[in-house]
């Protein structure tokens, strides 16, 4: 009798740490963060996944020119998300920024781990060079 207890308690057990995780969601609004030649800089990105799509805003604060003289479309600037995709606790998109005639694609890529992530930004860097890849982090608001 006694081993019959201690064989059910152990298959209890079994069946509870085989139990599937709950898959984390991209959901949110998230506070992105990053180094740049002027400096620190922010940005929110409000995402929504469904599946592996994941569709979205980023909203970008942006300067005008050096030396005061505006015409940079200084203040927030809203992009959509694009080719958003999610797979496991990796995520990438693009996100097209036109100013006026000129327009350029950067691509994110991360991973994320319940209200944080990190990745970089590839593409688009000044007067579209690119300039190689540049590390953010997020945070995801209450």
């Known amino acids: 009798m006694k081993y019959r207890i201690v064989g059910a308690a152990l298959v209890a057990v079994a069946s509870l740490s085989a ?3 709950a898959a984390q ?3 949110g609004t998230w506070e992105l963060s990053q180094e740049t030649q002027r400096g620190p800089r922010t940005s929110t990105l409000a995402l929504v996944q469904d599946g592996t799509t994941l569709t979205g805003t980023l909203t970008l604060t ?3 020119r050096r030396g005061g003289g505006g015409g940079g479309g200084g203040g927030p600037r809203e992009f959509e998300i694009e080719d958003g995709t999610v797979e496991g ?3 990438s998109f693009t996100m ?3 100013f006026g005639d000129n327009s350029f694609t950067q691509e994110y890529s991360g991973t994320f781990d ?3 992530m990190e990745g970089e930004i590839a593409g688009g860097g000044r007067r579209g060079g690119g ?3 540049r590390p953010f982090t997020g945070k995801r608001g209450s």
């Open 19 to 21: 139990a599937p995780v």
């Open 25 to 27: 969601n991209l959901t």
């Open 62 to 64: 942006l300067g005008g």
């Open 89 to 91: 606790n990796s995520f």
């Open 96 to 98: 097209t920024l036109s």
């Open 114 to 116: 319940g209200d944080s």
């Open 131 to 133: 300039g190689g890849p």
